[in-house]
């Protein structure tokens, strides 16, 4: 049976775009039910709109404040009938009345752009400056399960691995770690199209 997913997103949509095309192209039994954003602007937003998945977005300040905006997309990942939610670039943290309104029942994966539990807690803008000024000779991407009242912890799922390489930027090491994510956000997507994992 195909996976019913439901995306969060806040920005760009690269990964939510991956993993809109493994589903049209077969290299997934998924489908995008419905797309949720933070933010009105969010490219994402159109990415959903031309695959033709349901997508809206969520802006606190329109919403009745962030713990309301996210209970209001809860309710809509569930009404969508979602079996998995995939934070993909989603950047802020989860409050309660999205997981009350979850109940346990499905499975949320996120997506980070470093090999937690390494520089963990930094968004993707500060997570390859801190890995450049570490001096570290790899990072990476991992996809982990993500519960309440946590960032970047959860059970690692997928991790991919990436060199560090002299004369690397931020920008360069970002695109470098993007390219692993595409991939690292679809395997993990495929763990429960497969139903390998067990919730
Ligand atoms: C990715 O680097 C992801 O790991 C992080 O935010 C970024 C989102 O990129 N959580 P995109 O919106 O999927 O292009």
Not at 151 to 173: A, F, K, N, S, W
Request: hydrophobic residues 45%.
């Amino acid at each position: 049976m195909t996976l019913r997913v439901g995306v969060c997103v806040s920005g760009r949509g690269s990964n939510l775009q991956a993993i809109l095309d493994a589903c049209h192209d077969g290299r997934l039994d998924a489908r995008v039910v419905y797309v949720g954003s933070s933010r009105k602007s969010a490219p994402a937003l159109d990415r959903a709109k031309a695959a033709g998945v349901p997508a809206e977005a969520f802006p606190p300040a329109a919403n009745g404040g962030r713990d309301a905006a996210q209970q209001l997309m809860a309710r809509r990942l569930v009404a969508a009938d979602v079996e998995l939610v995939v934070l993909a670039g989603y950047d802020r943290i989860l409050a309660d009345p999205f997981w009350d309104v979850l109940g346990g029942r499905v499975p949320v994966i996120n997506i980070h752009p470093s090999l937690l539990p390494a520089f963990g807690g930094l968004n993707r803008l500060k997570v390859h400056d801190a890995v450049l000024a570490a001096g570290v000779a790899e990072t990476g991407c991992t996809v982990h399960r993500a519960h309440r009242g946590m960032l970047d912890e959860g059970e690692i799922l997928v991790q991919r691995r990436v060199p560090v390489l002299p004369g690397d930027d931020p920008e360069t090491l970002e695109a470098r770690v993007l390219g692993e994510e595409h991939e690292a956000i679809v395997d993990a997507v495929a763990l429960f199209a497969r139903r390998s994992v067990r919730v």
